[in-house]
């Protein structure tokens, strides 16, 4: 029932700052956890950061703890992930996907997922 729609990707340099954005519609996003993933090329989706359905507590990969910030805005049903300092190696397509279960870290326990936005960071 729910879709998701990135926003926000782009080519910067490193130390850069980029805001993705995540959209969804359908039904009852504010019960949903959130969460958001990258891939690089030729690399596995990795878990980058989730935010649940009231905003009370927020999950990080180690490597983006100090940079990155997600949040969300229930009334606009989007979710955010805020990138500064960014660095070459975060350069992935970043998707956004919902989950129900407390598994927050894990790819496969989340339900729905976008299309994914691609970021680039040039050095």
């Known amino acids: 029932q729910v879709q998701l729609v990135e926003y926000g990707g782009d080519l910067v340099q490193t130390g850069g700052s980029l805001r993705l954005s995540c959209t969804a519609s359908g039904r009852s996003f504010e019960t949903y956890t959130m969460g958001w993933f990258r891939q690089a090329p030729g690399k596995e989706r990795e878990f980058v950061a989730a935010?649940?359905?009231?905003?009370?507590?927020?999950y990080y990969v180690d490597s983006v703890k100090g940079r990155f910030t997600i949040s969300r805005d229930n009334a606009k049903n989007t979710v955010y992930l805020q990138m500064n300092n960014l660095q070459p190696e975060d350069t992935a397509v970043y998707y956004c996907?919902?989950?129900?279960?407390?598994?927050?870290?894990?790819?496969?326990?989340?339900?729905?997922w976008g299309q994914g936005t691609q970021v680039a960071v040039s050095s």
């Open positions: 996907a919902l989950t129900r279960l407390l598994s927050v870290y894990i790819r496969e326990s989340y339900e729905v």
């Open positions: 935010i649940s359905w009231a905003a009370s507590r927020t």
